[in-house]
């Protein structure tokens, strides 16, 4: 039998109206036995209709999703939908109370935990939830990422190839509708591989975008107007929010990231020191950077280089660097066939 989800909402989601509220996550601590976790969750149906989910906060230290969707969830009324609109602008809410990529509560990072567990810890109940409630209902789903604390990243949209060419074509045709400054095609191998929401939406068919919109969990200016406009090209285009007045998308550029060889890892701790910035293009063996010995002043630093040719999508923001971090990930205009 199917495990059922233990996550439970006073929302009806095939009510017709406006309703803002909170899923609950059972979570009993010393302080509270019976107690939940409360995840903010907005709902506006008006009628039938496709429905669109709309996910923010799914890493805690991302923050131009989170503000996006209150802004949107603000402003949508009832009359202006048609169909359905579930916005959750703080997914990962333990992680968003702390600042935090992952939860306090079990470590959990839930980017990395999907398709999630119905009875797992609050983390994987979470992804649970969304891979067997929310994403079940959704004709296109929106997760807006950043690159957090420990990256600094730029702007872009991020798609999976879809399960057949249809799928890949829509999903295409949804990112220049989106209008990031770029836009990239990725199978996940560079994150989180089949564990991301990105992954289980593919599985179920569900159109979806992704993105990166900033990063040093701090707040991009350009990735807020990004995530605030293209999620609103995205309901208009799907006929969700059919009077939604925003600008028209200035297209995207269609990027990739060809293989591990284009990212740059640290091999040893240090202090890191870039000699590159985001968005800049750089040519094979142009220096990237080094890190400086923790322990010995008198030992040169450990130079960098780039190993392929290509433009610079995401970089390290602390300074201090373990063996293993990545460094840097380039990325490359996709060839075009004709
Ligand atoms: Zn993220």
Known sequence: ??????????IDFNRDGKFVD??????SSDRSAYGWIPIPIVSIRNGDGPTAVLIAGNHGDEYEGQIALMNLARELK?????????IIPSLNYPAVKAGRRVSPLDEGNLNRMFPGKALGSPTEMIAHYVSDVLLPMADLAVDLHSGGFSFDHMVCALIRPGRNSEETKQLLELVQVFGAPASFISNGDGGGGATTLNA???????????????GGATLSPL???????????????????PAIVVPPSGGSELMEIPGRDYAIYADCEGLFQPAA???????????AGSLHSLDNPNQPPLQLRFPRAGRVL???FPSLTSRGDCLFELMRAVERKE
């Open 1 to 10: 039998m199917k495990v059922q989800t233990r996550i439970w909402t006073p």
């Open 22 to 27: 909170c899923l609950r996550v059972p979570y």
């Open 78 to 86: 009832q009359d202006d939908v048609a169909g359905r609109v579930i």
């Open 200 to 214: 289980v939406s593919r599985e179920l068919g569900v159109p979806t975008i992704t993105t990166e919109l900033g």
């Open 223 to 241: 990735g807020l107007r990004v995530a605030e406009e293209g999620v609103r090209r995205l309901l208009k285009h799907m006929g969700i929010t």
């Open 277 to 287: 910035n985001i968005g800049d293009d750089v040519h094979e063996e142009q220096i």
């Open 314 to 316: 995401c970089r390290r």
